[in-house]
C-alpha cells in the first residue's frame, strides 16, 4: 500500500541521512512533528501516503542542503558500509574493545540481504 512504501521510504532516508551522511537526526525528528501537527495526529501510522510522500521530499530537500542523497542502491550500499568499517576506529567503539577485552585485531564485518515484506 502507498502509505506503508512511502513510510517505509521516509524512514530509510532518515536512517541513512543519519547513520551514513552524519545529518543531525533532530533535523528529521522535528519536520516530522511538524506534520503530525499540521495533519492532527499524534502517531507516525496516522499519517497519510500523501504526508510521508511530502516528509521524503522535505527530508531530501533538508540533507541537499549538506550533499547529495544518493538515489542508487550500489551508492546506498556502499555508503553504508564505509560507515560500518568506518566505525570500527570511532572512539566509542574503541572504548568498548577495550571494556570488554576484544582485541582490534578481531575486525569487523558487514551482511548484506535482501528483505522482503509481507507474508
Known sequence: DRR???DTYRRFVQSYATVVLGVDA???ERLLQRAKRRRGVSFDHELRAQDSE????AYKARVAEEMAFPELPEEQLWGALRAVFGSWRARRAQTFRRLHGMSEAW???ANVQAMVFGN
Not at 511530502?54 to 521530499?57: E, F, G, P
Request: hydrophobic share 85%.
Open 54 to 57: 511530502a516528509l521524503v521530499a
Open 26 to 28: 533532530a533535523v528529521f
Open 4 to 6: 506503508f512504501a512511502f
Open 107 to 109: 575486525g569487523t564485518a
